[in-house]
């Protein structure tokens, strides 16, 4: 009796590992294609850096025309909810990270190289546990979990490493005809990988972010096939890895430390290991402390935040890039209008330690990103939103023609659009007085009944046929019929002799029509109100 009887009474069924190998051959891609992928588990809601992790896997897939795939890595069968992958899927592809391969959605996939989905990988992973079992590489282990929870106690009490390793490996060097009488005995067991590793040898590892490591060797024999028959997650990278042909694993640095046990598994079934490339997580600053970002008490942290706040997906991206890379920010400096595709991003400028998540910034990009938009995907956009999140918005905005309109005011027509939308979750609020007249009114240093005598004035002479010009140089003869200073420079050269200038006599009108001192443009603004509701709203005042 020898290895190879023992792993056929474990595997009887399983095909000969040539047959996966033939089936998912090497892929034909130009040179220096790179194939990535994201692998999350379908645990709950998306998180943000699953997100993050896509959007930079893709990126380098696709800048070197090789192939990005998600595979869905669901063995971990108590932690699955229902739904997860539709969720996981969907938010990729709301966010335009959308897979060459893979799973598409909870039931569909596409590729050559699948299934996609662990849970239907069984069959694969039985395959290369028997030859390596064959092989000697793996043992079937009957320890139960009260002899493994009393070695572990011991560990800690005589302060020694924990884990199954050494002496501890009890298992390990059971014959296998021992073995097989055990099993044929109905005693339980799972599937362990005999390390072949030193722990006082050091491996060195050059990773593709964090660049060179130095690691203790693996000596653990870890679990490759769970009680419930199905892999663990480092026996299933190892095998999906290798027969999807990833060349850069690129994923969350929690992974880091179990670098050396990869490595191993990949040398020690013949595999050539893939490049890793370990992404440091988004952090949070937590009044001073840094610590992950958290779906519990960040509600950034789930991706579909961004969606309810009316966030665009392209604005979280570049935002998200931005943190990725130092150079983004000024690669878009000079790049205004460019599509963030083209943007050359580089792993090793990745930052080795988190970025920290700062709304702020995120804002900023996203006002950028919204700058660059037409009123009429402005509109679009918004009324799309409210539609699903703002009655209230959506019922200003059924007017579509005027509507846009009020969008268009420094944005038609303008080279330097404002920027002062960042969600569609401030429209309300920013364009509520192009549609409803505003009932707060502050005008600043001019009191009431200043503020009537420049609006009488003005009504004598408002015609809304005036263009531009026409509309200020009569700001300017209410500003001197008024008391006030006609330009702004000779104020400034004795302020002493008027109580303002014209700036404060606009202001009048402006905080009349809109109740805000700060607006886009008056002249455009009014114009959009159009005369009856201008006139009346000054005439109300
Ligand atoms: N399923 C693993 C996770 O959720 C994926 C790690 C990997 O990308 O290999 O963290």
Redesign the pocket.
């Known amino acids: 009796m020898d290895f190879k009887d023992l792993a056929d009474l474990i595997f009887p069924n399983a095909k000969p590992v040539e047959y996966y190998e033939e089936k998912y051959p090497s892929r034909d891609l130009k040179e220096g294609a790179v194939v990535t992928?994201?692998?999350?588990?379908p645990?709950g809601s998306t998180h943000i850096g699953?997100l993050y992790?896509a959007l930079v896997a893709r990126t380098i897939a696709k800048q070197s025309e090789g192939v990005f795939f998600v595979r869905i890595?669901d063995t971990d069968t108590k932690r699955e909810v229902e739904g997860g992958i539709d969720n996981i899927t969907s938010s990729l592809n709301y966010f335009g990270l959308g897979p060459d391969e893979g799973m598409i959605s909870g039931s569909e996939e596409k590729g050559n190289y699948g299934p996609y989905k662990q849970s239907s990988r069984k069959e694969i992973y039985e395959s290369f546990a028997k030859k390596l079992i064959s092989e000697g590489k793996a043992y079937p282990c009957f320890c139960t979990e009260e002899e493994l929870t009393a070695d572990r106690e011991k560990q800690e009490r005589i302060k020694r490493r924990p884990g199954y390793y050494g002496v501890w490996a009890k298992c390990r060097n059971i014959s296998p005809e021992k073995a097989i009488e055990r099993i044929k005995a109905g005693e339980k067991y799972v599937i362990r990988f005999k390390s072949p590793g030193n722990e006082a040898r050091k491996i060195k590892v050059s990773d593709g972010i964090k660049g060179k490591i130095t690691f203790p060797e693996n000596d653990l024999d870890i679990i490759i096939i769970k009680s419930d028959g199905l892999p663990t997650?480092h026996f299933a990278?190892c095998v999906d890895?290798h027969l999807m042909r990833t060349t850069h694993?690129?994923?969350?640095d929690?992974?880091l430390s179990s670098v050396p046990l990869h490595i191993q598994l990949f040398e020690q079934s013949g595999f050539k290991a893939p490049k890793y490339c370990h992404i440091a997580p988004i952090m949070k600053n937590d009044n001073g402390n840094k610590r992950k970002l958290s779906k519990r008490k960040d509600p950034e942290a789930g991706v579909s935040y961004f969606a309810e706040i009316g966030v665009l997906p392209e604005a979280v991206k570049e935002y998200l890039l931005n943190i990725a890379n130092s150079q983004f920010e000024s690669w878009r400096k000079g790049n205004k209008d460019k599509s963030i595709e083209e943007f050359q991003f580089q792993l090793n400028k990745m930052s080795v330690s988190g970025a920290l998540f700062d709304f702020t910034k995120l804002f900023d990009v996203s006002k950028n990103v919204i700058s660059r938009l037409s009123a009429d995907e402005v509109y679009n956009y918004s009324y799309e939103w409210a539609n699903k999140y703002d009655e209230e918005l959506a019922n200003l905005l059924k007017d579509k023609d005027y509507s846009l309109k009020v969008f268009g005011i420094e944005r038609n027509n303008s080279n330097k659009p404002r920027k002062d939308l960042a969600k569609w979750s401030d429209v309300k609020e920013n364009i509520r007085y192009m549609f409803e007249k505003p009932t707060e009114f502050d005008f600043g240093k001019i009191d009431g009944d200043e503020a009537k005598k420049v609006i009488e004035e003005y009504l004598k002479i408002y015609d809304i046929n005036d263009d531009k010009q026409t509309w200020f140089d009569k700001m300017k003869d209410v500003a001197e019929k008024c008391g006030y200073a006609r330009e702004v420079k000779e104020f400034k050269a004795s302020p002493e002799k008027w109580p303002g200038h014209v700036g404060d006599v606009s202001t009048v009108i402006r905080v009349a029509l809109t109740g805000r001192q700060n607006t886009p443009d008056l002249y455009e603004i009014m114009q959009v109100l159009g005369k009856d509701e201008v006139e009346k709203r000054l005439k109300d005042m």
Do not use: C, K, L, N
């Open positions: 992928r994201v692998a999350p588990s645990t699953t992790q890595e997650y990278h890895d694993v690129i994923r969350g929690e992974w």
